[in-house]
Nanobody, 125 residues
């Protein structure tokens, strides 16, 4: 079992920055793929970014490329999402997720086995 706890959300003005953290406990994080998803009111949960342990690559949805950066500190069992140049449309609850297996992609909710409780990010215009 892996427990994930997000932190770092909040209210920020458009153009500002926030860094989300996702701390894992229960298992070593180094051999887990990790993803960030977000869910805005009335919308489905959508993929934001992923960091894979198998090939060391990162993946981003098009709308955040160049603005968001996913990184991981395996020694601290923590994954980060640095969010710059935030826009009002980035407003959502952000979730981190993890999985030890590769199910064919990194972009779908069902690709991940463990989820955090979510952290609210609100970007004002």
């Amino acid at each position: 079992q892996v427990q994930l706890v997000e932190s770092g959300g909040g209210l920020v003005q458009a153009g500002g920055s926030l860094r989300l953290s996702c701390a894992a406990s229960g298992r070593t994080f180094s051999r887990y793929h990790v993803g960030w998803f977000r869910q805005a009111p009335g919308k489905d949960r959508e993929f934001v970014a992923a960091s894979t342990w198998s090939n060391g690559r990162t993946y981003y949805t098009d709308s955040v490329k160049g603005r968001f950066t996913i990184s991981r500190d395996n020694a601290k069992n923590t994954v980060y999402l640095q969010m710059n140049s935030l826009k009002p449309e980035d407003t959502a609850v952000y979730y981190c997720a993890a999985s030890p297996r590769y199910s064919g992609s990194y972009y779908e909710v069902f690709d991940y086995d463990y989820w955090g409780q979510g952290s609210q990010v609100t970007v004002s215009s």
